[in-house]
């Protein structure tokens, strides 16, 4: 046996997520192994395998219903209800976890009742699929904005939250119930797309005792095993739960850099079984996503940069890697945002203008 289990750790999906699941599962002994999910050679897994995904929904095909057959599927069942935003927020609300205040769009539903109901900016988003700002649409009073065709019963509505700032917080449960947490992370979203991410942040502290039940309270309910992230709105003193991620999260890819054990390890120690330890934060971690920008190989010149590049094809608005930066000293900091600003697009300047705001005030 060349690794501490005879058995292999499936990935539903071959995206970056997979990528960095086995990466970060090699120096432990397991072997992991993502699977596209159109691909022509079909999976194999053994009797005593593991079965994990990257992605919250799936289309049926050869390579998914062998995965998704599979007995040891790591929380298959609730993939179903977190993939329908419906039943996602419905399990909120049975749980008694804030969120936005929220209703379906039924067939009677018409954009009076929303406006009525939820105030004058409502926000549609589909039950299904979705992400990066994609399936989502304002309806606002002040334009007549229409409910789209083929959204009655498609979709949820939401009230517009007026938050103070988007937060989210990483969370590990093993296979004995024993949860373990992150820090907080504070998040940067242009477009609709997460840009930028921050951890820790002390003004934060005061909200992770909360935040912490939140999601234990939730993991424990589906019994759940491995890393779940939880997107919330911060206003005030209050947390709303925005978006639940059943799997790894593009907000705590700073973990790689940030922390003895980063939250693809903490995953895969926990569906394989292995022992798992409340992680340790080191050093202020800041990461940069990089959103349809060519490979730059100047990057790498920059003090203490990591980069993950995703081997994807470039194209607008696509994440195509990460860089992460763990940091001490305000100096240090500063020259890494100051020598990667004019290695990033131009529209990074507000990026950068951020991260120097919240890491050195």
């Not at 992680?279 to 349809?292: A, T």
Request: net charge negative; proline share 5%; with cysteine.
């Amino acid at each position: 046996m060349s690794g501490y289990f005879d058995q292999t750790v499936w990935v539903l999906g071959a995206g970056q997520l997979g990528a960095m699941l086995s990466h970060a599962a090699y120096p432990l002994g397991v072997n992991v192994n993502p699977v596209d999910i159109d691909a022509q050679t079909l999976p194999q897994p053994g009797k005593n395998d593991i079965v994990t995904a990257e992605r919250e929904q799936w289309p049926e095909t050869p390579v998914t219903n062998i995965l998704a057959a599979h007995q040891n599927f790591a929380n298959k069942n609730f993939f179903a209800t977190i993939a329908d935003r419906f039943q996602q927020k419905s399990l909120l609300d049975k749980l008694s976890l804030a969120t936005a205040p929220w209703q379906l769009v039924c067939d009677e539903t018409n954009e009076s009742q929303l406006h009525q109901k939820l105030g004058e900016r409502v926000l549609l988003k589909r039950r299904m699929g979705g992400y990066d700002g994609r399936g989502q649409h304002w309806l606002k009073q002040a334009e007549n904005s229409q409910i789209p065709n083929d959204w009655h019963n498609n979709a949820i509505a939401e009230k517009a939250i007026a938050f103070d700032e988007e937060i989210s917080l990483i969370g590990v449960r093993d296979k004995n119930g024993q949860c373990y947490f992150y820090p907080l992370t504070l998040n940067l979203h242009q477009n609709g797309i997460l840009t930028a991410s921050v951890s820790p942040l002390e003004r934060l502290n005061k909200y992770q005792p909360v935040a912490e039940k939140m999601l234990t309270t939730l993991m424990d309910a589906v019994e759940y095993v491995g890393v779940m992230a939880m997107e919330c709105f911060r206003v005030g003193d209050d947390i709303l739960i925005n978006e639940i991620a059943p799997r790894v999260h593009n907000s705590g890819h700073w973990t790689q850099a940030g922390s003895n054990i980063s939250q693809f390890e903490s995953h895969i120690r926990c569906v394989t079984g292995l022992p798992m330890i409340q992680p340790s934060v080191r050093n202020k971690n800041f990461m940069i996503n990089l959103i349809g920008c060519d490979l730059d190989a100047r990057w790498l010149a920059v003090e203490g940069s990591e980069l993950f590049w995703y081997q994807k094809e470039v194209r607008p608005g696509r994440k195509v890697g990460h860089i992460n930066f763990s940091k001490t000293g305000e100096k240090n900091i500063r020259t890494a945002l100051e020598q990667m600003e004019p290695l990033l697009p131009e529209r990074y300047q507000e990026t950068i203008a951020w991260l120097t705001k919240e890491l050195l005030g």
